[in-house]
């Protein structure tokens, strides 16, 4: 494995350096991808160029469009990490009210797969201990061993793991600069469960992948990898990759007067919708430029 990585400039973590056994909904899973940020930022491509960005993925996620393309959209916020926010039935905040504990705000519950700037994810690792301190304490109240909360004091709980809370505190708390567009982030279809949906065909996978990109992801999952899977799922991929879904820009009303949004549509039911230049039309929610749509009713979409 090492021989292939070398062969695109990647590298393994080292023996001495490689954290063992199940980190899932523990604070080791943080431990792991610090781990894992030390060693990308030793990595060099071929060409000699040190990574400017690191991306975190699973075995079951997969890229939804080309890489001159994920490039180029990363190029135009140098120096910016990319997070994405959780949908939970709960909100995913920010919070910045007195029952959050004070060191830990603005809270907020985003992805596992996220998009960190070297210099931050480097920043971060070298905190780990100072992080350490300040969150465990915070994240170590599981009914189950699956079951993990953020403690917000008195009797308060929000359910999420470790890795889901702490880097939107941390890059805001350090002036670290991120969006939380969902560019270069992995899009997760869940609806309404907290395990993703997983693809395990060549439809399926098209399907989820043309999702993703239809909310403006560079990443998808869940893809079923397994043997028996995973020729279908990369068949998938590679359609949807040269086969692009329609795009467009999400509209809201209270965009609508900000010049630099392309488009704007209201969000009542029964008002009527608007997009700013000719290539854009207004398309209801349940249309969604092609397919149904997991978005709330009353939502419109101005489709390219």
Not at 36 to 48: D, F, P, Q, S
Not at 83 to 109: C, K, S, V, Y
Not at 120 to 142: I, V, Y
Not at 192 to 215: F, I
Request: charge should be negative; proline fraction near 6%.
């Amino acid at each position: 494995l090492e021989a292939k990585l070398n062969t695109y400039g990647g590298r393994l973590v080292p023996t001495e350096n490689t954290l063992q056994g199940n980190p899932r909904w523990k604070w080791e899973m943080v431990q792991m991808m610090f781990a894992l940020y030390r060693t990308a930022g030793e990595v060099k491509a071929t060409n000699g160029c040190p990574p400017k960005w690191i991306h975190l993925v699973s075995e079951s996620c997969a890229p939804v469009r080309k890489c001159s393309k994920v490039h180029s959209r990363l190029a135009q916020r140098p120096g910016s990490s990319h997070l994405t926010f959780m949908q939970d039935p709960q909100g995913h905040g920010p919070w910045t009210g007195n029952e959050i504990p004070e060191e830990l705000r603005p809270a907020a519950h985003t992805s596992q797969w996220i998009t960190l700037a070297t210099t931050h994810a480097l920043a971060l690792a070298a905190a780990e201990e100072e992080l350490r301190l300040k969150w465990k304490p915070h994240l170590e109240h599981a009914e189950a061993p699956l079951v993990n909360y953020l403690d917000i004091g008195g009797h308060g709980r929000i359910f999420g793991a470790s890795e889901e809370w702490i880097f939107y505190t941390e890059l805001t708390q350090r002036s670290m600069p991120f969006d939380t567009n969902g560019l270069s982030a992995a899009w997760i279809c869940c609806h309404g469960e907290s395990h993703p949906n997983e693809a395990n065909d060549r439809d399926g996978t098209v399907d989820l992948c043309h999702r993703a990109q239809s909310e403006g992801f560079d990443f998808v999952r869940k893809l079923n990898v397994d043997v028996g899977h995973v020729g279908d799922v990369m068949s998938g991929i590679r359609y949807c990759i040269e086969t692009p879904l329609q795009t467009f820009t999400t509209c809201t009303k209270f965009e609508c007067s900000s010049p630099g949004n392309d488009c704007c549509a209201p969000r009542e039911i029964g008002e009527s919708a608007t997009c700013r230049g000719d290539d854009y039309t207004p398309v209801r929610w349940v249309e969604r430029c092609g397919g149904d749509s997991p978005f709330h009713e009353g939502e419109y979409r101005c489709c390219k």
